[in-house]
Antibody
Framework: QVQLQESGPGLVKPSETLSLTCTVPGGSIRGYYWSWIRQTPGKGLEWIGYNFYSGSSNYNPSLKSRVTISVDTSTNQFSLRLNSVTAADTAVYYC??????????????WGQGTLVTVSS | EIVLTQSPGTLSLSPGERATLSCRASQSVSSSYLAWYQQKPGQAPRLLIYGASSRATGIPDRFSGSGSGTDFTLTISRLEPEDFAVYFCQQYGSSAIFTFGPGTKVDIK
């Protein structure tokens, strides 16, 4: 069982940067794609992007210009930065582990989710 | 971008009944890259099915998945009280992008 844990501010001002960190227990960060997904009542589940432990990344085209996901193998953490936020970025943000190979592409472990509100 | 549509939006059933949930894709999806998740209130989604028809670790055999191309189905053979939840399909496709369907809520009749 891999228990991911998100951390970061629950309130961000419009136009500022949303920053979240996810801790991966037990040194198990290598070999996986580390992802962020958000959920709102209106848009449902939205994949934000992933970063492979070795550094290659891919992002949702709708957010690509504002997003950076990075992985730190020395601390077993990965992080999300979303620039220039607006109220539309208010959501529950999940960190998740993705497995992508020739038989599957899934999110097999998730954090519990953290609500981030964008408001002045 | 491949768009996933799920139907019905809400399914009202009684415990013991069979649930059939549909996920339709706007373009063909590789069966390897179609998955289903269950989400209960206040919780993160939980992986149920991957590769369209393979159960994830620890998932009871009353859950089954089928389909190919653009039409996929999640079936719960006999609903248990803990199965009343929201179910999402997810695909991974062109340009290495993930998308999710809007979900089907299975509630108690």
């Amino acid at each position: 069982q891999v228990q991911l844990q998100e951390s970061g501010p629950g309130l961000v001002k419009p136009s500022e940067t949303l920053s979240l960190t996810c801790t991966v227990p037990g040194g198990s960060i290598r070999g996986y794609y580390w992802s962020w997904i958000r959920q709102t009542p209106g848009k449902g589940l939205e994949w934000i992007g992933y970063n492979f432990y070795s550094g290659s990344s891919n992002y949702n085209p709708s957010l690509k210009s504002r997003v950076t996901i990075s992985v730190d193998t020395s601390t077993n953490q990965f992080s999300l930065r979303l620039n220039s936020v607006t109220a539309a970025d208010t959501a529950v943000y999940y960190c998740a582990r993705a497995i992508i190979n020739y038989t599957k592409a899934v999110f097999d472990y998730w954090g519990q989710g953290t609500l981030v509100t964008v408001s002045s | 971008e491949i768009v996933l549509t799920q139907s019905p939006g809400t399914l009202s059933l009684s415990p013991g009944e069979r649930a059939t949930l549909s996920c339709r894709a706007s373009q063909s999806v590789s069966s390897s890259y179609l998955a289903w998740y269950q989400q209960k209130p206040g919780q993160a989604p939980r992986l149920l099915i991957y590769g369209a028809s393979s159960r994830a670790t620890g998932i009871p055999d009353r859950f089954s998945g089928s389909g190919s191309g653009t039409d996929f189905t999640l079936t719960i053979s006999r609903l248990e009280p803990e199965d009343f939840a929201v179910y999402f399909c997810q695909q991974y496709g062109s340009s290495a992008i993930f998308t999710f369907g809007p979900g089907t809520k299975v509630d108690i009749k």
